[in-house]
């Protein structure tokens, strides 16, 4: 196996944990959610990690960069939807997962769209993103797991983080948005 491979394989297996959580996550076994949490946290893990090493060992490549964030919106919204599918009862929970989905896919698309403009520099992710994402991936893990751990009900600390982690993701869809929007209007007025 080459080293400059593990980021791209590392990216593929946050696809391949997606099945694997919710396997876990509905599974009739004993502590089936922590051991979903588990696996949405180490996807969580080679969220950071693989871009990290991409960058470290020079095998950043543009097949890696179209497929690293399409593995990191996929498990993050088949999270949102079981921890809404749990919660569904708690509006704010409800309100969060589709506002958080809601960006990510809009984001995403405004990103392809800019890299199409050779702007996607514009739209680069930012500190308050990537703060986002923290938060939002620990708020998943813990309302995943839902449980008490080392005397600490992390079930309950997820909410607030979640909660948190959506209030981000509207500051850093209207910074996105403001940032792509000179672009926009170019390429509307370009075409009138």
Not at 7 to 33: H, K
Not at 125 to 152: C, D, M, N, P, R
Not at 156 to 177: D, E, K, N
């Amino acid at each position: 196996m080459n080293v400059q491979s593990i980021p791209m394989m590392m990216t593929w297996s946050r696809v391949v944990l997606i099945p694997v959580f919710l396997i876990c996550y509905y599974a009739p076994i004993e502590d089936a959610r922590f051991w979903a949490g588990l696996a949405f946290m180490i996807a969580a893990i080679t969220d950071w990690f693989d871009g990290f090493l991409a960058r470290k060992l020079g095998s950043d490549s543009k097949l890696g960069a179209f497929l690293d964030p399409v593995a990191d919106k996929l498990i993050v919204a088949a999270a949102l939807i079981v921890v809404a599918a749990e919660y569904h009862d708690n509006i704010w929970v409800i309100l969060s997962a589709v506002v958080i989905i809601m960006r990510e896919v809009s984001i995403s698309a405004l990103r392809e769209w800019m890299a199409e403009n050779n702007a996607r520099e514009v739209v680069a992710v930012s500190s308050l993103g990537k703060i986002k994402t923290a938060s939002q991936l620990a708020a998943l893990t813990w309302l995943i797991y839902g449980g008490e751990l080392w005397g600490i009900d992390w079930g309950q600390l997820g909410f607030p983080m979640l909660y948190f982690a959506a209030v981000l993701t509207v500051i850093t869809w209207a910074q996105y948005t403001r940032a792509a929007l000179p672009e926009i209007i170019r390429s509307t007025e370009s075409n009138s």
